[in-house]
């Protein structure tokens, strides 16, 4: 009696390490790893009930992981049965239902009667019904799903069904490479976050085409820039914490020719767009971060796809439209003119100071482009003067009055006239 006791249980402690093995401890294996000696439990179309992978040591075996629902599976089933006949003594292939399959003996039989009806087709291919063990040492997420174990029993591939192959068997057979796709099923995918953020499906290595929108990055220089480097299959557009003004000038080239005076924004909230005088606050919440991947392209293209993102998302457009307005047009006397002599090329006008401005040795142009970036009252040059000039001006140069005062003294004037100008006018579309 007590015999008897102590035989079950040690019969009871081995199933219950079995048990913990098979559901515990199998760790999924890899192209090289020998694989285990499997239990194929609930047999169909085979001799016995079960199968061991032992039992097919010297062929080339390839597990088919269907499904009955699974129309891929289904449909290539004549083609590996017709494979298995012609390999009949080198190849068996095993077509494995995993318990999650959800499938059943009945529900098996049922369909191999439907091919049988349909088709005129009979499967007679061996099928393991209720696995978990293969499907636990060869993980996947889609089927059908192929491992590929050599006839020493070694892993040697895992791929899709278009490598299943009379070409491709032949050469493992006679002992050859046929470079087979490695499939590698990503199990932790998480389909609720972006792909490839924080290795999420991946590192993101081999993208071709990609654009991202996000806001303030704190630790990102605001830069922009273009990386379109001779060799590299890609082309790179990016836009680090700027303004949204700022990335349509980037989009839009055209918009950095046109002074500020010149561009219309019609938009019901200014103040996303325009920073205030303490911008510490707008900062955080009023910049953004956009990168684009292309594969190579020309900067045209790179801007095209940079308009079409920044519309979809802040949905402002961009067009060039006539205007009559009220300008400013400077002139020049003719005749010669008391012009300041100097031998250094300088300014202050940029200086926020209250001392009086000077302009040495330099074109006039640099005090229309400071005009045009003050005032709303748009400034074109008529003067035709060409050379460098040297002037004194006032300390506030928005002050019009004062301004023609001293450039009076040069030969120069500002005149009022009504001109019709192209101004940039970026409006909502929504």
Request: aromatic share 10%; hydrophobic share 35%.
């Amino acid at each position: 009696m007590r015999k008897n006791f102590l035989l079950l249980i040690g019969i009871l402690c081995t199933v219950a390490s079995l048990h913990a093995q098979s559901s515990q401890e199998i760790k999924p294996l890899t192209i090289g790893d020998t694989v285990p000696d499997i239990v194929f439990r609930h047999m169909l179309n085979y001799r016995n009930s079960t199968a061991k992978l032992s039992e097919f040591r010297g062929k080339l075996v390839i597990l088919d992981f269907w499904a009955t629902w699974c129309t891929d599976c289904v449909n290539n089933m004549p083609h590996l049965d017709s494979i298995q006949r012609q390999f009949a003594h080198q190849v068996q292939i095993i077509l494995i239902n995993s318990m999650q399959s959800g499938d059943t003996k009945n529900k098996i039989t049922t369909l191999f009667d439907k091919l049988h009806k349909n088709i005129n087709f009979d499967c007679h291919l061996s099928d393991a019904i209720g696995d978990s063990i293969a499907n636990s040492l060869f993980p996947h997420i889609g089927i059908p799903y192929y491992a590929w174990i050599d006839s020493s029993g070694k892993l040697i591939a895992t791929t899709f069904g278009s490598d299943v192959t009379v070409q491709n068997i032949k050469s493992v057979i006679n002992g050859n490479q046929p470079g087979l796709h490695e499939r590698r099923d990503i199990m932790n995918l998480d389909y609720s976050k972006p792909l490839f953020v924080d290795g999420n499906g991946g590192s993101g290595s081999n993208i071709l085409y990609r654009s991202i929108l996000t806001g303030y990055s704190e630790g990102l220089l605001s830069s922009n820039g273009v990386y379109n480097i001779n060799g590299s299959p890609i082309s790179l557009m990016y836009s680090f914490n700027m303004p949204i003004l700022k990335l349509y000038e980037q989009a839009y080239p055209e918009i950095s020719s046109y002074p500020k005076n010149r561009i219309i924004l019609n938009v019901k909230d200014s103040s996303r767009y325009i920073p205030p005088k303490n911008a510490t606050s707008w900062k955080s919440d009023q910049l953004y971060t956009y990168q684009l991947v292309l594969p190579k392209s020309s900067l045209q293209k790179m801007q095209r796809y940079m308009r079409d993102d920044l519309e979809k998302y802040f949905a402002l457009r961009v067009n060039i439209k006539e205007k009559k307005t009220q300008c400013l047009i400077l002139i020049s006397h003719p005749g010669p003119k008391e012009l300041v002599k100097a031998d250094s090329s300088e300014t202050n006008i940029y200086d926020q100071t209250n001392l009086p401005k000077f302009i040495h040795n330099k074109p006039i142009s640099i005090l229309v482009n400071y005009l045009n970036s003050k005032i709303n009252t748009p400034i074109i040059n008529q003067t035709h003067v060409y050379k460098n000039v040297s002037l004194n001006l006032p300390n506030d140069l928005t002050n019009i009055k004062l301004l023609r005062d001293s450039l009076k003294l040069y030969g120069f004037d500002l005149k009022r006239q009504q001109r019709v100008l192209p101004f940039i006018v970026i409006s909502e579309s929504r």
